[in-house]
């Protein structure tokens, strides 16, 4: 369109009559290109239409005339404005892509995928960020492997901004560092809660936000040669335990307060065990999927969304992969299309009889 219209314009103004004069129209070229291209398409179009105006000048004998040197003028010092523009663009569009880049690579470092098996169990998760533009947010998961079975930690650091961020990387470091030891869950629980209260010193120093932010969490062990989990709830959200056409939460009896909450050591952390079959579905989540609401304003029903979820997950070729996808698509769909808050989900289930810890399973089994 722009090369249409410099070469368009000089030969219409041969034609029109002496008092019309359509060679403004150029400036259109060069504006119109800074809309797609960079800045030495733009200069070069700016110039080809500079020339096209002084060519329609001298068809018409006019080069001389003021008018006809002013829109010259005018035309020379828009097509270079219009080329800086360019030039500055694109430098901040590479800048913008080298932070997205490093972004995306500390989001990535912070929070990593779960792997699909550790031990006996299959595992999938889901994590979205209310934020479009972020993969992470204040939601956090892991999975570690001890000895003699698999640990599991969700949870959901309440804070703004960059004390969110800081929040989540205090919780998945700390849990990192101690979960593949053999220590009791309430040793693991009172390690996190020590993680955190320093994370809130430290934030304290340099922060006028660090009593914004606790972290509600639970932890979850399952033993390689039992079919239960245990479970230490610090003010989280209870799992799910899907068999067959039900979905059961797991309320326990003594929850601790949430993380960064109280005096530090005067929490009580209890673990307790619940039955979990082969056959079954865990689903632990963070109240970004419970507390999803419709736009009426009523709550995603989890508990019957799950069960539907399962019986489809319990197929030949089903899984916990394909349970969270059943259930990431009823809750987009329940919710319009997005969350108001950052959601993260893993779901567990047994591996197929015989696949113990690090034994690979048949890739053609796979789902």
Not at 192 to 198: A, D, F, K, Q, T
Not at 219 to 244: E, K, N, T, W
Not at 254 to 280: I, M, N
Not at 281 to 306: C, Q, W
Request: net charge negative; with cysteine; charged share 20%.
């Amino acid at each position: 369109m722009p090369l249409a219209i410099i070469i368009a314009v000089p030969v219409i103004d041969v034609w029109l009559p002496r008092n019309l004069h359509v060679a403004p129209l150029l400036v259109v070229a060069p504006t119109f290109t800074a809309a797609f291209a960079g800045p030495r398409l733009v200069a070069t179009i700016g110039a080809l239409a500079v020339l096209a105006q002084i060519t329609a000048g001298l068809e018409r004998q006019a080069l001389g005339d003021e008018r006809v040197v002013l829109e010259v003028v005018s035309l020379t010092v828009v097509s270079a404005l219009v080329t800086l523009f360019c030039y500055l663009r694109e430098r901040h569009e590479r800048q913008l892509v080298r932070a997205q880049l490093v972004s995306e690579a500390t989001q990535l470092a912070l929070l990593r995928p779960l792997p699909p098996r550790a031990g006996p169990l299959r595992i999938a998760s889901e994590y979205r960020s209310a934020e479009p533009d972020s993969r992470i947010g204040g939601d956090l998961f892991a999975v570690t492997r001890t000895e003699h079975s698999t640990r599991l930690l969700i949870g959901d650091v309440r804070g703004k901004g960059l004390t969110s961020l800081n929040g989540t990387s205090i919780m998945l470091g700390a849990f990192r560092a101690t979960a593949h030891r053999q220590e009791p869950l309430p040793e693991l629980a009172t390690y996190l809660e020590g993680s955190v209260h320093w994370g809130l010193a430290e934030l304290d120093s340099a922060v006028d936000e660090s009593g914004e932010w606790f972290v509600t969490a639970l932890v979850a062990d399952i033993p390689d040669d039992g079919q239960v989990v245990h479970v230490v709830s610090m003010g989280h959200p209870p799992p799910l335990v899907i068999h067959r056409a039900s979905a059961e939460p797991l309320f326990v009896r003594k929850p601790a307060p949430p993380l960064g909450l109280g005096g530090l050591g005067e929490a009580s952390y209890v673990e307790e065990t619940f039955p979990f079959r082969r056959g079954d579905f865990l689903l632990l989540y963070t109240d970004g999927v419970s507390e999803a609401r419709d736009s009426e304003g009523n709550f995603y029903p989890l508990a019957e969304s799950a069960a539907v979820a399962g019986r489809s997950a319990v197929r030949p070729d089903g899984g916990p992969s394909v349970m969270l996808q059943h259930l990431m698509a009823d809750l987009l769909s329940f919710s319009g299309g997005s969350l108001e808050d950052d959601m993260a989900m893993i779901a567990v289930s047994w591996g197929e009889p015989g696949t113990g810890p690090g034994r690979p399973r048949d890739e053609r089994a796979a789902p």
